[in-house]
Nanobody, 123 residues
Framework: VQLQASGGGLVQAGGSLRLSCAAS????????MGWFRQAPGKERDFVGH????????SIADSVKGRATISRDNAKNTMYLQMNSLKPEDTAVYYC?????????????????WGQGTLVTVSS
């Protein structure tokens, strides 16, 4: 599976962004697709996930109420809608595909990673 993340950029606090993760190479059936983020000098953190087959989602407490994950099966694309952005949301956002369930699976066991897209939120 090849993953291509896009949609990052510079946004003012309180603004919104929609990130996309386009997948190619094979069917995503049975995969958990996830979003992670890594701020400068910090570890990579889980943001949320969607099970490609069932559509079941989970969202990390840090962004709950401000983030929504969705998918478009026809386009093989996952989305992360982020609203009410805060400066602390500034990070490189990565998408991932895991045969093991998210968010409990360790990052080292995740099968595929996208290249990341930078989100910068100015105050």
């Amino acid at each position: 599976v090849q993953l291509q993340a896009s949609g990052g950029g510079l946004v003012q606090a309180g603004g919104s962004l929609r990130l996309s993760c386009a997948a190619s190479g094979r069917s995503l059936s049975g995969y958990d697709m996830g979003w992670f983020r890594q701020a400068p000098g910090k570890e990579r953190d889980f943001v949320g996930h969607i099970n490609w087959s069932t559509g079941t989602t989970s969202i990390a407490d840090s962004v709950k109420g401000r983030a929504t994950i969705s998918r478009d099966n026809a386009k093989n694309t996952m989305y992360l809608q982020m609203n009410s952005l805060k400066p602390e949301d500034t990070a490189v956002y990565y998408c991932a595909a895991s045969r093991l369930p998210l968010p409990t699976t360790r990052s080292s066991n995740i099968n595929y990673w996208g290249q990341g897209t930078l989100v910068t939120v100015s105050s």
